[in-house]
């Protein structure tokens, strides 16, 4: 939201106050045109200054990060056969279920159609990396 305010630096009508939640923020505005002659500008200049000191606390903490792993993860390619009418976002749904909460990665490596042998059936091969969070897996 923005409301109007008085500036000697900006054009009357053509500036404002940057507010959130009825705080001011900044100020905005088309530069006056006497001093844009100061500097010897030609064109129209807007200027928007940021008071950091009110906008930093509304930013919050929103850092993401993870820790370190103490453990290295284990990777493994898996190729399966399965009927054409198995998409293969149901195989890795299914292949997400069965390894949670150890996934850390699945990744669809190739997809193709099985040999003439077997015309209704497909190949999915999958690369999919566990890691433990302890140093035991039971």
């Known amino acids: 939201m923005m409301e109007t305010v008085k500036s000697l630096t900006t054009t009357q009508g053509r500036k404002a106050n940057i507010l959130y939640e009825g705080r001011v923020l900044g100020t905005m505005g088309e530069i006056h045109p006497d001093v844009l002659k100061n500097f010897d500008l030609k064109e129209r200049a807007y200027v928007a200054v940021l008071d ?38 149901e195989v890795e749904e299914a292949i997400r279920e069965a390894a949670s909460p150890l996934l850390e990665k699945v990744e669809l490596s190739i997809s193709m159609r099985a040999h003439r042998s077997s015309p209704a059936f497909k190949s999915l091969s999958y690369n999919v990396s566990i890691r433990a969070k302890r140093p035991h897996l039971k």
Request: proline fraction near 11%; avoid cysteine; charge should be neutral.
């Open 52 to 89: 950091l000191e009110e906008v930093y606390p509304l930013a919050g903490d929103h850092r993401k990060f993870k820790p370190v792993a103490k453990y290295p993860a284990v990777s493994q390619d898996f190729s399966l056969l399965v009927p054409l009418t198995v998409t293969a976002g």
